[in-house]
């Protein structure tokens, strides 16, 4: 009996004497430094989980509270013949190896992106079949491989061009450049409205974005009611300076050189802010969808249907509200940015499902028929201007347009038809250069899309797509302020050794119509003709006189 208490006691003296094991130095050689733990590693103790973000986090750190809660009342048998006082040190001694436990915290969608998109419900095989009959003509028909491995992946985060995507030279390159304008839309203008990245919206040392206009007719700055700061967005983009203005202690902000350099989380919001933004457009008031695949085969595929791993294991989210589709769109951000992930083949069946099938047969008109991606993997003009616009309209004209009988079979077919052109301006522009003007002719180009509320266009140069931009808004609200002017230009283009730096072109329209008209047969060399984005920009400000800054012409 003696013996048998004996041992419960030597039990009882080691669970008292439970303490966290101290750490033991290992044996460096003489010199090297000691290992450090990951920088990006937070120790996160109980007493601060309120104070805790990520919803990983809190989920651990609130399992970590319940534990130490239920330690004191929890027993395993081995206390039975504690004191009080004993079992109060015991629980102590547990609070405080929890207390010392580190949690590392998870980046958002991180857990999307690593496991099984089970929310919404399975697409149906009707659906799965119109879906790919309209994206790539024929149920039968395979996705383009470049569309199945494409995510949207933005160049490196606070570096060159971090506002950027990435893309290839092939046919998804129009369709993410079509995407980098919303994008660009959400880092210069909108951010502000939902509260995101505020520290990113005093550009050039504006305490906002729409004080003043770039420059005036005279080359002053004009005032407005707000008293600016020393330095102005104005005074960046005037008299043809590349200088940057010297910050000052008023001005808090970043420069436009600090903006265009986003942080993984400023680039983030972006595609979140921007995808939610390009549904909602689609949608026009309707539910918006959002489509990743799931982990299995939705419906028994049958002889009608090419099985291709993405279509057929759609799981489709419905939201009638910009909200719950944010929710969405975040929770699955990490997916859709993976490189060559599944991003962009699920953006583009978002979009088609969010447009419907009637509506989109009710937008291509004279070409429901046709699919939105040609035999080769580009982007036809419905499928750009659904994303541009919000409808699948395969004509860039103004209003209505009746087609006129002239001298070739082709007309003489659709003589007489009325063909829906745009029918307001868009926040979006879009402007074209095709080899030569009656090339370019043909396209129809109206006015609404070649001034758009907002100074951002997307450009098709012989058949390459970039995005234009410039940070000030008040470019397409004043005359004067057209006088002169610069605009950024990107394409995600291999650029010269020793001219990897942005794109930034100045445009003077100030001498339009006093220019000297010279015979090309009285020169001696014929001059080399101007680069085909000069020719695109020159649709819109006729006449104007473009400066590439030291850039040699590269588009």
């Not at 079949?129 to 569309?147: D, R, T, V």
């Not at 006088?483 to 001219?499: C, H, I, P, T, V």
């Not at 015979?519 to 473009?546: R, V």
């Amino acid at each position: 009996m003696s013996k048998q208490m004996n041992r419960r006691r030597k039990v009882s003296k080691k669970v008292i004497s439970n303490e966290p094991p101290k750490r033991t130095e290992e044996k460096r050689p003489s010199g090297s430094k000691p290992s450090q733990p990951p920088t990006s590693a937070k120790k996160i103790h109980v007493s601060t989980i309120s104070v805790v973000k990520s919803a990983s986090v809190e989920n651990s750190s609130e399992k970590l509270v319940s534990e130490a809660n239920s330690s004191e009342d929890e027993t395993d048998g081995s206390d039975l013949h504690l004191s009080s006082a004993d079992k109060e040190q015991r629980a102590k001694d547990n609070r405080k190896l929890l207390r010392d436990r580190v949690i590392y915290a998870r980046k958002v969608g991180e857990e999307a992106a690593t496991g099984q998109v089970l929310d919404g419900e399975p697409i149906d095989y009707e659906s799965a079949c119109k879906i790919k009959e309209l994206a790539w003509g024929s149920s039968n028909m395979p996705p383009k491989p470049e569309w199945l491995k494409q995510g949207i992946v933005f160049r490196p985060c606070d570096q060159l061009f971090a506002y950027g995507l990435k893309t290839h030279k092939n046919g998804t390159k129009n369709f993410l450049i079509s995407l980098q304008a919303y994008f660009l839309k959400q880092l210069l203008f909108d951010m502000k409205k939902t509260g995101g990245a505020k520290r990113n919206l005093h550009i050039g040392q504006l305490s906002t974005l729409d004080q003043d206009p770039l420059i005036t007719s005279t080359g002053s700055i004009q005032k407005s009611k707000h008293k600016p700061a020393k330095t102005s967005l104005s005074t960046i983009f005037s008299s043809g300076s590349r200088s940057r203005p010297q910050p000052t202690e008023k001005c808090k902000g970043p420069s436009m050189a600090q903006l265009l350099k986003p942080g993984e989380k400023i680039q983030q919001e972006m595609l979140v802010g921007g995808l939610v933004e390009l549904l909602s457009k689609i949608a026009d008031g309707k539910e918006t969808v959002l489509c990743l695949p799931g982990p299995d085969n939705c419906f028994q595929p049958t002889a009608h249907f090419g099985i291709d791993g993405i279509t057929e294991k759609l799981r489709v989210m419905r939201c009638s509200k910009d909200e719950e589709l944010r929710t969405y769109v975040k929770k699955y951000s990490a997916t859709l940015m993976q490189e060559n992930g599944i991003g962009l083949i699920s953006v583009l069946y978002s979009v088609i499902l969010t447009r419907n099938f009637n509506r989109l047969a009710y937008d291509l008109q004279d070409q429901a028929t046709n699919s939105l991606i040609d035999p080769i993997g580009d982007c036809t003009t419905g499928l750009l201007n659904l994303i541009i616009t919000g409808r699948a309209n395969p004509y860039l004209h103004n209003g209505i347009m009746v087609v006129e009988d002239e001298d070739n079979e082709e007309s003489e077919e659709f003589s007489g038809e009325e063909r829906r052109g745009m029918e307001t301006r868009n926040d979006i522009g879009f402007l074209i250069w095709d080899q030569d003007e009656e090339t370019t002719n043909r396209f129809h180009l109206g006015s609404r899309l070649k001034t758009p509320t907002l100074p951002i266009w997307i450009t098709r140069c012989n058949g390459q797509f970039g995005v234009l931009f410039n940070p000030n808004r008040e470019l397409m609200r004043s005359y004067h302020a057209e006088n002169r002017f610069q605009l950024y230009y990107y394409s995600d283009a291999e650029m010269k050794k020793g001219e990897y730096k942005e794109t930034l072109l100045t445009i003077d329209t100030r001498n339009v119509g006093n220019q000297v008209v010279v015979d090309p047969s009285e020169t001696e060399f014929e001059e080399a003709p101007p680069p085909p984005l000069e020719k695109a920009i020159q649709t819109k400000w006729e006449g104007s006189t473009i400066d590439w800054g030291g850039i040699t012409p590269y588009i």
